[in-house]
C-alpha cells in the first residue's frame, strides 16, 4: 500500500470521466481508480459536472471550457490560469499533499515550478505533442521540483534534450476495461477521434470508400458532441464556431464525404453507445498525419480484439504489429488494400497484445515515479 497523498491536475477542459470525447481525461478516468485501489489518498483537481469518485475534489470551474480551447489566445488565455489560481491557493497548505500529478499542458509545470517549494514535488504527464511548444520545453527548467513522464518512447525520442534530461521515464497509457454489452459483430470500420485535420477523417473516409468498406466516424467538432446542434449553430450565423480550424476541417474536408450511408458522422459517443460500436467494427481507423504519443484509442480496440489500420506515424509502430493485430502503411492504395485483409487477423492477437497495458500496471509505474521523485526532493 503506497499511503501516499497525491493531488490529481485534470484541468479545466473536460469532466473525468468525459461525456464523449477526452483522451487525458480518460486517462486520469483510468489512473485514479488504480491509485485509489493501490492505497494512494487521491484529490482530483478537475471542473464542476466531473463524476469520478476520488478521496477529495477540487472544483475551480463550474463548466467544462473545451469548446474555447482552439479560440485566438486573447479570448482563451484566462481560462487554465484560473483553474491554477485555485490550486495554488489549496496548495499553500503545503502538507495536505506529497505530490502533484500533473496534466495541464504548459501552464500546469510552469505556475507550479514558479511555487518551488511551497508546493509538493510534481510530476507532469506529456499527453500532447512536443513540437508545439518547443520554445518551453527547450529551456524550461523545474529545477529538480518539477519533472515529467512521457507516455511513450517514440515521444520522448522526439523530444527537446533540455525535456528530456527532466524526465523521470516513460509510462504507456492504458484504457479503461470494456463494458459488459452485447455487440454482435458489424461491417463498418469505425474513427473514434475528435474531427481535426491531425486526426485525418478524410483519409480514412476515402480508403473506406474506395474499399467498399461503410465507415462510422464519432467524435466532436469543435466540442460539439451533436451533430444537430453543430448544424444548427452554423446556419444560425455563429462567425466564432465558423472560423474554427476544426469546423473549417470538418466543412472543406469532411462533410463532402459524409453521406449517411457509405460514410456517416455519429458525433461524440460515451459509454455503452461507444462500447457497442467499438466492439461491433471490423477495425478501428488511425490514419493520423501527426506523432501521436499515446493513443488510448488504439489500445482500447485492441483489448477488444478489434484490429487498427493506421499509418506508421508517433506511437502506434509500438502499438499496432504490422500483420498481427493491424496493419500500418503510409500511402492510401495500401490503406486501401488493407481494409481487404482484415479477415487475416486473429481477434485474440490483438486482445493479448493489449494486456501488457493495464490500468493496474499503469498505475504501479506512476506510483514508482512518485516514490522517485520524492527520493529526489527530501522533505
Same mark, same amino acid.
Given at each position: 500500500?503506497?499511503?501516499?497523498?497525491?493531488?490529481?491536475?485534470?484541468?479545466?477542459?473536460?469532466?473525468?470521466?468525459?461525456?464523449?470525447?477526452?483522451?487525458?481525461?480518460?486517462?486520469?478516468?483510468?489512473?485514479?481508480?488504480?491509485?485509489?485501489?493501490?492505497?494512494?489518498?487521491?484529490?482530483?483537481?478537475?471542473?464542476?459536472? *466531473?463524476?469520478?469518485?476520488?478521496?477529495?475534489?477540487?472544483?475551480?470551474?463550474?463548466?467544462?471550457?473545451?469548446?474555447?480551447?482552439?479560440?485566438?489566445?486573447?479570448?482563451?488565455?484566462?481560462?487554465?490560469?484560473?483553474?491554477?489560481?485555485?490550486?495554488?491557493?489549496?496548495?499553500?497548505?503545503?502538507?495536505?499533499?506529497?505530490?502533484?500529478?500533473?496534466?495541464?499542458?504548459?501552464?500546469?509545470?510552469?505556475?507550479?515550478?514558479?511555487?518551488?517549494?511551497?508546493?509538493?514535488?510534481?510530476? =507532469?504527464?506529456?499527453?500532447?505533442?512536443?513540437?508545439?511548444?518547443?520554445?518551453?520545453?527547450?529551456?524550461?527548467?523545474?529545477?529538480?521540483?518539477?519533472?515529467?513522464?512521457?507516455? *511513450?518512447? *517514440? =515521444?520522448?525520442?522526439?523530444?527537446?534534450?533540455?525535456?528530456?534530461?527532466?524526465?523521470?521515464?516513460?509510462?504507456?497509457?492504458?484504457?479503461?476495461?470494456?463494458?459488459?454489452?452485447?455487440?454482435?459483430?458489424?461491417?463498418?470500420?469505425?474513427?473514434?477521434?475528435?474531427?481535426?485535420?491531425?486526426?485525418?477523417?478524410?483519409?480514412?473516409?476515402?480508403?473506406?470508400?474506395?474499399?467498399?468498406?461503410?465507415?462510422?466516424?464519432?467524435?466532436?467538432?469543435?466540442?460539439?458532441?451533436?451533430?444537430?446542434?453543430?448544424?444548427?449553430?452554423?446556419?444560425?450565423?455563429?462567425?466564432?464556431?465558423?472560423?474554427?480550424?476544426?469546423?473549417?476541417?470538418?466543412?472543406?474536408?469532411? #462533410?463532402?464525404?459524409?453521406?449517411?450511408?457509405?460514410?456517416?458522422?455519429?458525433?461524440?459517443?460515451?459509454?455503452?453507445?461507444?462500447?457497442?460500436?467499438?466492439?461491433?467494427?471490423?477495425?478501428?481507423? *488511425?490514419?493520423?498525419?501527426?506523432?501521436?504519443?499515446?493513443?488510448?484509442?488504439?489500445?482500447?480496440?485492441?483489448?477488444?480484439?478489434?484490429?487498427?489500420?493506421?499509418?506508421?506515424?508517433?506511437?502506434?509502430?509500438?502499438?499496432?504489429?504490422?500483420? #498481427?493485430?493491424?496493419?500500418?502503411?503510409?500511402?492510401?492504395?495500401?490503406?486501401?488494400?488493407?481494409?481487404?485483409?482484415?479477415?487475416?487477423?486473429?481477434?485474440?492477437?490483438?486482445?493479448?497484445?493489449?494486456?501488457?497495458?493495464?490500468?493496474?500496471?499503469?498505475?504501479?509505474?506512476?506510483?514508482?515515479?512518485?516514490?522517485?521523485?520524492?527520493?529526489?526532493?527530501?522533505?
Amino acid at each position: 500500500m503506497s499511503g501516499l497523498r497525491v493531488l490529481v491536475n485534470a484541468g479545466p477542459w473536460l469532466p473525468v470521466p468525459p461525456s464523449g470525447y477526452g483522451g487525458i481525461e480518460t486517462v486520469v478516468a483510468t489512473l485514479v481508480p488504480e491509485l485509489r485501489r493501490a492505497g494512494a489518498h487521491v484529490t482530483l483537481a478537475t471542473v464542476g459536472p *466531473s463524476t469520478l469518485k476520488a478521496d477529495d475534489h477540487l472544483r475551480p470551474l463550474p463548466e467544462p471550457a473545451f469548446r474555447s480551447i482552439a479560440m485566438p489566445y486573447n479570448r482563451v488565455s484566462g481560462i487554465a490560469h484560473a483553474h491554477m489560481q485555485v490550486l495554488v491557493e489549496a496548495l499553500r497548505d503545503r502538507d495536505r499533499w506529497d505530490v502533484v500529478h500533473d496534466h495541464l499542458e504548459v501552464v500546469g509545470p510552469s505556475v507550479l515550478a514558479a511555487m518551488g517549494r511551497a508546493a509538493p514535488p510534481t510530476l =507532469q504527464t506529456l499527453h500532447w505533442d512536443l513540437r508545439k511548444h518547443a520554445e518551453f520545453y527547450s529551456a524550461f527548467d523545474g529545477r529538480g521540483r518539477v519533472s515529467f513522464a512521457a507516455v *511513450s518512447a *517514440s =515521444q520522448l525520442e522526439r523530444a527537446p534534450a533540455n525535456l528530456r534530461r527532466q524526465t523521470l521515464g516513460v509510462v504507456p497509457l492504458a484504457a479503461p476495461p470494456p463494458l459488459e454489452v452485447s455487440a454482435p459483430p458489424g461491417e463498418h470500420a469505425l474513427v473514434l477521434a475528435r474531427i481535426t485535420a491531425d486526426k485525418a477523417q478524410d483519409v480514412a473516409a476515402r480508403i473506406c470508400r474506395r474499399a467498399g468498406v461503410p465507415l462510422v466516424l464519432a467524435g466532436p467538432v469543435a466540442g460539439i458532441d451533436d451533430p444537430e446542434e453543430l448544424e444548427r449553430r452554423l446556419a444560425d450565423g455563429d462567425e466564432a464556431l465558423g472560423a474554427h480550424p476544426d469546423v473549417r476541417y470538418w466543412l472543406d474536408e469532411v #462533410r463532402p464525404l459524409v453521406d449517411g450511408t457509405a460514410v456517416t458522422w455519429v458525433g461524440g459517443v460515451a459509454g455503452e453507445r461507444k462500447e457497442r460500436l467499438l466492439r461491433s467494427a471490423r477495425a478501428l481507423l *488511425s490514419p493520423i498525419r501527426w506523432a501521436e504519443p499515446g493513443a488510448t484509442g488504439v489500445v482500447e480496440a485492441l483489448a477488444r480484439g478489434v484490429p487498427v489500420v493506421g499509418t506508421p506515424r508517433g506511437v502506434l509502430p509500438s502499438l499496432v504489429e504490422h500483420g #498481427r493485430t493491424g496493419f500500418l502503411a503510409a500511402e492510401e492504395d495500401d490503406l486501401v488494400r488493407h481494409l481487404h485483409e482484415l479477415d487475416t487477423l486473429d481477434p485474440q492477437a490483438c486482445r493479448e497484445a493489449a494486456e501488457q497495458w493495464t490500468p493496474a500496471g499503469m498505475a504501479r509505474r506512476y506510483l514508482d515515479l512518485y516514490h522517485r521523485l520524492l527520493e529526489e526532493n527530501p522533505a
